[in-house]
């Protein structure tokens, strides 16, 4: 079945650096692509998504393109700050069909001053 | 923006007791969800729901689960008797067409 792998964490990263959080997924046909983002204590909050190949989400300077070839959706964010200390799932769904979200096991990101 | 509301945000119950979890999806969406997070794992489907009836279910949406809307407006997740391994956040969701919008969570904890 379709599947969502994320690279381990946590990740521990200084302010003003440069992040990468691995996606890679295994899915039948064209799914669409999503980060959840969950701050602690709170609920999934939806960061962005991207529904075709070569489509690039991007959302507060967080970009993440689907990459059909390499079946992959990699987040990025060129300088981070505290405030995105956070947990980030990469999910994906066949969402016209009404199909549930499928994520991964979330990755861990923690940002020091 | 519209939210989907969840209730109660967090509740405790004794082992073999049941619960009733709800939700108020947003109203012109389609498909409702329910989602559970044991603490610290990832995030799992367990049941969605579409045109008054289950469209498909997780192996963990045994017979102790059940869902319903029954006013056209409410959405809720039953757990007839509760177990231990029941303790979890449990997420409500609904989408109609672009991306899925989740309500805050209530946190079950069995004792």
């Known amino acids: 079945g379709d599947s969502v792998t994320q690279m381990e964490g946590p990740v521990t990263l200084s302010e003003e650096a440069f992040l990468t959080i691995n996606c890679t997924y295994t899915?039948?046909?064209?799914?669409?692509l999503f980060w959840y983002v969950q701050y602690p204590g709170e609920g999934l909050q939806l960061l962005l998504k991207?529904?075709?190949?070569?489509d690039k989400g991007s959302n507060k300077g967080f970009e993440a393109t689907y990459r059909k070839e390499t079946t992959s959706f990699h987040l990025e964010k060129g300088s981070v700050q505290v405030s995105d200390s956070a947990v980030y799932f990469c999910?994906?769904?066949?969402?016209?069909?009404?199909?549930?979200?499928?994520f991964g096991q979330g990755t861990e990101l923690s940002v020091k001053p | 923006e519209p939210e989907v509301t969840q209730t109660p945000s967090h509740q405790v119950t004794q082992m073999g007791q049941e619960v009733i979890l709800r939700c108020v999806p947003i109203?012109?969406?389609?498909?409702f969800y329910w989602y559970r997070q044991i603490l610290g794992q990832k995030v799992e489907f367990l049941v969605s729901f579409y045109n008054n009836e289950i469209s498909e279910k997780s192996e963990i949406f045994d017979d102790q689960f059940s869902v319903e809307r029954p006013d056209g407006s409410n959405f809720t997740l039953k757990i007839r008797s509760t177990k231990l391994e029941d303790s979890a956040m449990y997420f409500c969701?609904?989408?109609?067409?672009?991306?899925?919008?989740f309500g805050s969570g209530t946190r079950l904890t069995v004792v």
């Open positions: 899915a039948t046909g064209y799914p669409s």
């Open positions: 991207a529904t075709k190949a070569d």
């Open positions: 999910a994906l769904s066949h969402y016209n069909q009404g199909g549930k979200l499928i």
């Open positions: 109203s012109n969406h389609l498909y």
């Open positions: 969701a609904s989408t109609r067409e672009y991306g899925y919008t």
